[in-house]
């Protein structure tokens, strides 16, 4: 059974960094393309950032410059380093592996003084 489990979100002072993490179990992040996606309260869920089975990646134009995502296929877990954070990086965030569409269970990131 597929699973993947999210973690390092928290609270942070706006220019703050955090960084998340996507365990999978029951599968590889290099098998497929991984995908971040976030919601904030009251909006559709959008796409932050992808990185594909070959290691490419991309980013929203909300985060370029901010937010970098890779993985270790070692520790079979993704990442999300989330640097220079602004009030509206506040939601929930998701990982997605594209095979087998499966989501994580998500993890609150809030940004506030």
């Known amino acids: 059974q597929v699973h993947l489990v999210e973690s390092g979100g928290g609270s942070v002072q706006p220019g703050g960094s955090l960084t998340l993490s996507c365990a999978a179990s029951?599968?590889?992040?290099?098998?497929?393309?991984m995908s971040w996606y976030r919601q904030a309260p009251g909006k559709q869920r959008e796409l932050v950032a992808i990185i594909t089975s070959s290691g490419d990646t991309m980013r929203a134009d909300s985060v370029k410059g901010r937010f970098t995502i890779s993985r270790d296929n070692a520790k079979n877990t993704m990442y999300l380093q989330m640097n220079s954070l602004k009030p509206e990086d506040t939601a929930v965030y998701f990982c997605?592996?594209?095979?087998?569409?499966?989501w994580g269970q998500g993890t609150q990131v809030t940004v506030s003084s």
């Open positions: 997605y592996r594209r095979i087998g569409q499966t």
């Open positions: 029951g599968t590889t992040v290099s098998g497929s393309a």
